[in-house]
T-cell receptor, first 115, second 113 residues
């Protein structure tokens, strides 16, 4: 069974601090995809990144970076120099062949960035 | 940039009433989904739809739920007789191919009173 664990329920930081969100996943498949989505207070789900299981290269996009480590089944997300607009719920998600590639979400981490 | 659009953004309905939530997926996408998020909880899969039929559904998607793609663009979720516990944000999503990136609409917030 696939499973995504986001152990941090809430994180509160002051603007300009870095914040790292943890995500640990479980799957039996060798081919799978990992995602991060952002849900701002307005409620929509905004796609941030998709990473396939064969690509362990870390990725940086502006102030966002992702650290994928298959050895520990983790796909962590770091926001550098956080801003108030980063305040949102962040969801990690997994899709794999065993589940017909439907998304299985973690419980989400609420990030609050204070000015 | 193409996006998934949903209507209504918010609907309040009385228990027992039928509700239809509408979605227009991204035009060249072939896989369509409904997900649900009860307030404060995680996003849960409801149903996937491909080639004009349901490809998979969750335990949540019981006989009260149905989906339809009545024309070439709309994808609807119908709840036949709403219950209080159906109150949630319902997200429509689409995907160009299985395993690709699933893009979500802005959600339809359903409140059952």
């Amino acid at each position: 069974a696939q499973k995504v664990t986001q152990a941090q329920t809430e994180i509160s930081v002051v603007e300009k601090e870095d914040v790292t969100l943890d995500c640990v996943y479980e799957t039996r498949d060798t081919t799978y995809y990992l995602f991060w989505y952002k849900q701002p207070p307005s409620g929509e789900l905004v796609f941030l990144i998709r990473r396939n299981s064969f690509d362990e290269q870390n990725e940086i996009s502006g102030r966002y970076s992702w650290n994928f480590q298959k050895s520990t089944s983790s796909f962590n997300f770091t926001i550098t120099a956080s801003q108030v607009v980063d305040s949102a719920v962040y969801f990690c998600a997994l899709s794999d062949l065993s589940n017909d590639y439907k998304l299985s979400f973690g419980a989400g981490t609420t990030v609050t960035v204070r000015a | 940039e193409p996006e998934v659009t949903q209507t209504p953004s918010h609907q309040v309905t009385q228990m027992g009433q039928e509700v239809i939530l509408r979605c227009v997926p991204i035009s060249n996408h072939l896989y369509f989904y409904w997900y649900r998020q009860i307030l404060g909880q995680k996003v849960e899969f409801l149903v996937s739809f491909y080639n004009n039929e349901i490809s998979e559904k969750s335990e949540i998607f019981d006989d009260q739920f149905s989906v339809e793609r009545p024309d070439g663009s709309n994808f609807t979720l119908k709840i036949r007789s709403t219950k209080l516990e159906d109150s949630a944000m319902y997200f429509c999503a689409s995907d160009r191919s299985s395993g690709n990136t699933i893009y979500f609409g802005e959600g339809s917030w359903l409140t059952v009173v």
